[in-house]
């Protein structure tokens, strides 16, 4: 296991929950089985990321795309977002947790809407930790959705065109109330982002690996961590404006030391309130 710095932890990780299917069937077991042991994964790094003092958590837990898969497995799925939502509940309010939902909420059922909503109000003001649950989620859509609520106030004149930029645009998506991801991490053997967190990951440090994610424990999420901490990084236009451009980070730079294991330039505000300041206290949760 590698060790991990307290003080260049990744700010904002997100996670690409992948290989419950496959981790079922290595072992002949249904689908289902894999999904309810990849729930208990959830349980072990949502607590590993609280003791570790990681601001917020994104689990990619079931994407827009997920609906196509057959009925018998989506219910599954289904029964067991609301198991966890209700095993969970006095965990998340005992220790500060702002549990959030990001993705097209309508479409989940009443009896998981039923124990998510109460749980997103009651633990609205919690500070310790958020944790978001991408739900019926996906990055395209996210983005097309910003971009038509943004052009239906150009088309009624309360916008003016010529306003709308990156920093606009960002402010109308939901997945970055929580600030932009600094690492995504996806299980499963996969390397690709399959339609998450895409605007906000540009400038992510992406780790993949094998593991299956029920099988995904505190020392893979440790070593994953420890990576991130040892990577140089550079955050795109911003940076380099700064004269922290690209080069100067692979050939180290005056400033490369504060920019390593993810410090992005002491005193500069994190891009999650340069965002919120483009649309007053909207949160998109």
């Not at 019926?136 to 106030?153: K, P, Q, T």
């Not at 004149?157 to 606009?168: H, N, T």
């Amino acid at each position: 296991m590698n060790l991990v710095e307290a003080r260049n932890l990744p700010r904002h990780v997100g996670i690409i929950m992948d290989g419950n299917g496959r981790w079922a069937e290595l072992r002949g077991e249904p689908r289902e089985a894999g999904h309810k042991a990849g729930s208990a994964a959830v349980r072990r790094i949502v607590r590993v990321c609280r003791r570790l003092g990681v601001e917020a958590l994104t689990l990619y837990a079931f994407s827009e795309q997920n609906w196509a898969r057959p009925r018998n497995e989506v219910d599954a799925l289904m029964g067991l977002l609301r198991e966890f939502l209700m095993s969970e509940r006095c965990e998340i309010l005992e220790n500060d947790i702002r549990l959030v939902a990001i993705g097209d909420i309508s479409r989940l059922p009443e009896p998981v809407r039923d124990v998510l909503d109460p749980l997103r109000k009651a633990s609205a003001t919690n500070r310790q930790m958020t944790l978001a649950l991408a739900l019926s989620y996906g990055a395209r859509e996210e983005i097309a959705a910003a971009a038509r609520e943004l052009a239906m106030e150009a088309v009624a004149g309360r916008l003016d065109p010529e306003a709308i930029d990156g920093a606009l645009l960002a402010a109308r998506l939901p997945s970055l109330s929580v600030g932009e991801p600094d690492l995504i991490i996806r299980t499963g053997g996969e390397q690709r982002l399959s339609n998450f967190l895409l605007y906000g990951a540009a400038y992510a440090e992406l780790s993949f690996t094998e593991r299956l994610w029920p099988d995904f424990t505190e020392d893979d999420l440790f070593d994953a961590i420890a990576a991130y901490q040892q990577r140089v990084r550079a955050a795109g236009p911003a940076d380099e404006a700064e004269g922290g451009g690209a080069d100067e980070a692979e050939g180290g730079g005056a400033d490369a030391p504060a920019r390593a294991s993810g410090a992005l330039g002491a005193g500069r505000p994190w891009r999650a309130r340069e965002v919120a300041s483009h649309n007053g206290s909207r949160t998109g949760v």
